[in-house]
């Protein structure tokens, strides 16, 4: 098990962000609850049991919760699923170590918000929290291109048998053009790539992805790809 290294982060005047953590070590959870209270935030409860996870989040009203993927008695894949079918309006960010990027790709599908892994400083912690009460993902950057690769490789490999309901899918009010921005974003490229291939300004592709981010209600490429893998909105065709 990793751990978290310590960096402080000033109290807001705010009410405190209520965050549940769900890990079986108990010093691990003991160690994370001091990191959270020192950086403003209220530990609403802690368990090590993932069948816990689902009832603790809705008797302590947690905005957040600290879900490790490998909980005993009930894995946090399960848990994330019965959150899906639950009206609890916590938000879950996975913490990671040895966890394969498959299983990571699953747990975003089922609903978790983001993940950060548990190598990363206290400070990227407690951005990623901010990050999810903002209605944002969170995924660090250097993770972000291996993600987007495999939602476009498993979006690929899945059979189609609803091939004439896709192609009547509504279009999100997205032009030509961006849907082809869409389907680049979710290739892995950036701006400046995309300005090179289009032959237009890095600027101009910024106005396209602010225009995207409007329409499909999101805030980031990961939300983004998300959205245009399950919604089907990768099949624009590039010269």
């Avoid at 000033?10 to 959870?29: D, E, Y």
């Avoid at 912690?125 to 291109?145: C, H, N, P, T």
């Avoid at 490429?221 to 010269?239: G, I, K, Y």
Wanted: net charge negative; hydrophobic share 40%; with cysteine.
């Amino acid at each position: 098990m990793g751990k978290l290294s310590t960096v402080t982060c000033p109290k807001t005047s705010l009410s405190p962000v209520r965050v549940l953590i769900a890990s079986g070590p108990t010093l691990f959870r003991e160690g994370l609850r001091g990191l959270l209270e020192a950086g403003g935030f209220e530990v609403a409860g802690e368990t090590a049991d993932g069948r816990a996870v689902v009832s603790l989040a809705a008797q302590t009203k947690a905005d957040v919760i600290l879900l490790d993927l490998d909980m005993p008695q009930q894995n946090g894949l399960e848990v994330l699923r019965q959150l899906s079918h639950s009206d609890i309006p916590a938000r879950t960010l996975l913490l990671t170590h040895s966890v394969d990027r498959q299983q990571i790709v699953r747990a975003l599908k089922l609903g978790a918000n983001g993940m950060i892994s548990l190598d990363s400083t206290t400070e990227r912690l407690f951005d990623g929290i901010r990050a999810l009460m903002e209605g944002k993902y969170w995924v660090e950057s250097e993770q972000l291109s291996d993600l987007i690769g495999i939602l476009r490789d498993d979006n690929h490999m899945r059979d189609d048998n609803r091939v004439e309901e896709i192609s009547q899918q509504k279009d999100f009010g997205l032009t030509p053009r961006e849907r082809e921005i869409v389907a680049l974003v979710v290739a892995g490229y950036s701006n400046p790539e995309m300005a090179q291939r289009f032959s237009i300004s890095q600027q101009t592709v910024k106005h396209h992805v602010s225009n995207v981010f409007d329409k499909l209600g999101v805030s980031n490429r990961l939300e983004l790809a998300l959205f245009a893998v399950n919604h089907r909105l990768t099949d624009a065709e590039l010269a």
